[in-house]
């Protein structure tokens, strides 16, 4: 998988944290290490391959013929599986902000986590522009017809701003001004 | 599982019978008493019980996991090589889901090449149907055609006095 590692424990910046690890470390980790260069690593069998699933690109809803229903079945399930594709990188990104704001802190993410969260926000803003807001339960045509509907409203609105970045940077701004705001001694901020 | 006998004794020791029961019952001589004790039955049952449905089952089971995950190893990630095509197994890394996949569900694509083909022949019979409709509908319109509306019986009793006709006047042979 494409995301990142933690990286190794520091010792040394506080007591707690050291007694925590040691702990773990004496009563989990240790062993579990013994075990696996004492005997799984000398008794384990060969090494055998496993293979990442390719689909056949298969044709979609708008190249169908008419009454193909075997077309549509596959259109259809390609669908499903770009959509839960989609999902599962939202997810991914999302992930990644969370970790980086757990790894930067609470106020230093909202300089340095910035990146992360302009992915997210896009990530989100395509996937509701793609995916949301049909109902349930909503077909493949169901989507391509929205796809048609956002496509001749964007014609006809050019100069919209549909992902709401305006309003996002707004809140941002605010948020910055408001924390700037709160008196502090400095070598907390 | 270890401790289970030393509960016995600490529940004497908390829910001791009184001593007038004790007395009560002191029925033969010589200070021979029969000693009241709590009941063991619900003791024995819920061991019995443990030791079938739980050792019986979690021994072999804690084995065969155990075997699959240190002795044979999960299979690493490689790029499908050219002009191979990869069995429905070998998409799977942990060596029981293998398993399981290999011998015992059905595998991932063959439920939709089922799918497939049902929906194809499904369309087929709704075809065939439709166009028998159209036809008895289009000649009971025109009139024209005698074809859906006489229905080919074979009478084999009559071509078979036919066939003895043309044989008798052929004549008999002697």
Redesign the interface.
């Known amino acids: 998988m494409p995301e990142p590692t933690t990286e190794e424990y520091v010792p040394g910046l506080n007591k707690w944290s050291d007694i925590g690890y040691t702990t773990l470390d004496a009563l989990y980790l240790r062993p579990v290490r013994w075990f696996h260069r004492n005997?799984?690593e000398r008794?384990?069998?060969p090494?055998?391959?496993?293979?990442?699933?390719?689909f056949n690109p298969v044709k979609t809803i708008d190249e169908c013929e008419i009454e193909d229903?075997?077309c549509f079945?596959?259109a259809e399930?390609a669908f499903l599986r770009d959509r839960r594709i989609d999902t599962m990188i939202v997810g991914i990104l999302q992930d990644r902000l969370s970790r980086c704001i757990v790894h930067e802190g609470r106020i230093d993410a909202l300089d340095k986590c910035a990146k992360e969260k302009d992915d997210l926000f896009e990530s989100h803003a395509n996937w509701y522009q793609k995916y949301g807001e049909m109902g349930t339960p909503h077909s493949c045509v169901d989507a391509y017809m929205k796809q048609k509907h956002h496509m001749i409203w964007m014609r006809r609105h050019p100069e919209v701003d549909l992902k709401g970045w305006a309003v996002e940077r707004e809140y941002e701004r605010k948020t910055k001004d408001y924390i700037k705001s709160i008196p502090m001694p400095m070598e907390f901020r | 599982m270890v401790l289970f006998s030393k509960f016995r004794p600490l529940l004497q020791t908390v829910l001791k019978p009184s001593e007038q029961l004790q007395t009560i019952v002191k029925r033969w001589s010589s200070g021979r008493n029969m000693k009241v004790m709590i009941t063991e039955f619900h003791e024995r049952k819920f061991f019995d019980m443990f030791h079938y449905y739980f050792l019986i089952g979690l021994v072999p089971t804690f084995c065969v996991v155990f075997y699959a995950n240190v002795f044979v190893g999960q299979a690493t990630l490689t790029e499908i090589p050219e002009g191979y095509e990869p069995r429905h197994w070998e998409y799977y890394k942990h060596p029981l889901r293998r398993f399981m996949a290999r011998y015992v569900v059905q595998p991932f694509d063959e439920r939709y090449e089922i799918s497939l083909h049902t929906i194809y022949a499904r369309v087929m019979r709704d075809k065939m149907k439709a166009l028998e409709r159209k036809v008895r509908r289009l000649e009971h319109a025109r009139g024209d055609a005698k074809g859906w509306f006489y229905r080919p019986v074979v009478d084999h009793l009559t071509e078979l006095e036919q066939k003895q006709a043309a044989e008798r006047s052929e004549g008999y042979s002697a």
């Open positions: 005997f799984v008794f384990r069998g090494a055998y391959p496993y293979y990442h699933r390719k229903q075997v079945y596959e399930m």
